[in-house]
């Protein structure tokens, strides 16, 4: 067993229900779901669904997907500078930027969905980061945006708050100035990650504060 | 033989005379300032000299003398007066008034300032002693003359001893308010030293401390916030994740289409 992993092992783990702050939702039919099901128990929807819904080989899960080249040279080296500074902060947490043409049926959320679970994983580092990622679709064909997180990440993060950022933003992707809108999309993120690894912090305090009590009651009797 | 004796006798008493009374230049100082062996002054006039050289030396530390001299010393009188001063008065402050019956030029007068007069400025001192003489050489007789002349120096002497005395104080005020100023200069600058010694380590260490906080927690910004781990809740048979539900659309500026949710 490498260090790494021996301290991997050592360290907590917690239940994602304890800091989970929005519901989980079917990729498919986004119905609300009460646990985690292989198949959505409204829609039957499942990875084999998206998988035969889009057949062919998803694109890596880079920092930039941008095929059509939405972004300039010079407008990733901004983005590029944001997303040290946010990595700095939270050095976990990675974001990927996906500027795509979709055809109107296809939904971002389950295209998302699809493309985070399909695309390959190509090294430790990148199977190291994916649960950490929070990858960022702009349907630039329909004037839509979507932000799907992996799992490691999921729990702290409030999709209200996303919601609430996009719609603060909506003038830079209604014109389709994405440098600005990615930029400030970032600045936003930060703040939703400060807000949610606050109340982490929060969480994890006031349970082992819990736990302290429970065992000095335990110790009395 | 005895005429002989007699004469030779009168012949010595004059020669003493003529040179210069050596007897009274060592000797003792007359009790009362004045000195007239010829008797040449009424006793009232004399008593009331006396009694104003006792007042003066009394209240102003000045002693007065009168001489009365048959004739005028071969010195001259005012080097004659001075050497006369000096014998009797000393080192101190002291006035004589040479007066030698039937000269028309007496009386004349010599003083020294001494230790009382210190302050008083020399200008003064013979401005003094000019305007006495002046007013003793204004008056009709003799014997007036010599009284005018005596009271006058008397007066004059006192007053620049008061004024020698006003100037002593104010210069030893002046001596202590600058030595208090010095004082209070140095106590200041022994503050302010004092403030340096303990305000200078005080401000470096605060500065150390803010250094040391500001390190931290920049260092602390720059390692950022570890989340912590949890069991991911794997669904739909995706390894990776769930997907997520936040969907916006841009489908005009200003819409409040913006952002919706199924």
Redesign the interface.
Known sequence: MSKESQARSRRKVYGAQMFAQSAMACPGCHGILSEAFDDCPRCGYSGRTAVAKFPFAAPPIERFIDPVGYLSGDARQKIDKALGLLKRRFPQVCLSICIIDLVEETDPREFGFWMFNASEVRDEEDEKNRPWTILLIIDDQNGRVSVTPGYAIEPFLNEESWESLLRMERKHFYEKDYEVAVLRFIDGASQILKVGAARALHRIRKRSSRSDERNRKGGRK | MIRFVLCFLTMASLGLASSDFPVFEAGKAPPGGVYDPLEWLEIGKREELEESHRRALAKWGVRIFVVILPEKPALGAEVFAKKIGRNWGGSETWGVLLHVVGNSDSPWCAAERGENLRWAKQEEFERALESAMSRAHREPGQDLSVMVGARELTDELGFLGIISNRRNQMLGRAREEGVQRVGEKLAKQTLVKRAWMIGAPLALILGIVATILLRTRSRG??????????????????????????????????SDE??W??
Do not use: I, K, Q, Y
């Open positions: 910004r720059m390692t950022g916030f570890v989340f912590p781990e949890t069991a991911p809740r794997r669904r739909f048979h995706g390894p990776w994740s769930g997907g997520g539900d936040v969907l916006a659309t841009f489908s005009d500026e200003n913006g952002s949710r199924s």
